[in-house]
């Protein structure tokens, strides 16, 4: 098992940049990962997933060129780097786990299975304003 913290979320104005992290109680070279957001009074949204080794990751159409996921697996901790920051990524920003058996999907499937991510973060906030 693996538990989750976010941190680093925050306010900012438009076009700005924020990196949120997520730490990891263990190891997590053997997890895929993703953030997923919950945006006021919607459903929540796949962002970025990324596989447990040095594979290619996978981002929604609405980050992609914005967003990097990044995962530093000596530090058991999972980045999201936002740049160009718009008002309509204000949102609760989770990150998640899923185990190996997961992991063999298509990172860009992951993004709208929310159900196979195992283990979750209890989230953090990030507003942008204009």
């Known amino acids: 098992q693996v538990q989750l913290v976010e941190s680093g979320g925050g306010s900012v104005q438009a076009g700005g940049s924020l990196r949120v992290s997520c730490a990891a109680s263990?190891?997590?070279?053997?997890?895929?990962m993703a953030w997923f957001r919950q945006p006021p009074g919607k459903e929540r949204e796949g962002v970025a997933t990324?596989?447990?080794?040095?594979?290619?990751?996978a981002y929604a159409d609405s980050v992609k060129g914005r967003f990097t996921i990044s995962r530093d697996n000596g530090k058991n901790t999972l980045y999201l780097q936002m740049n160009s920051l718009k008002p309509e990524d204000t949102a609760i920003y989770f990150c998640?786990?899923?185990?190996?058996?997961?992991?063999?999907?298509?990172?860009?499937?992951?993004?709208?299975?929310?159900?196979?991510?195992?283990?979750w973060g209890q989230g953090t906030q990030v507003t942008v304003s204009t």
């Open positions: 998640a786990a899923a185990t190996w058996r997961v992991c063999i999907s298509p990172m860009e499937v992951l993004l709208s299975r929310q159900d196979a991510f195992e283990y």
């Open positions: 263990g190891y997590i070279y053997g997890y895929c």
């Open positions: 990324i596989p447990t080794g040095n594979g290619i990751p």
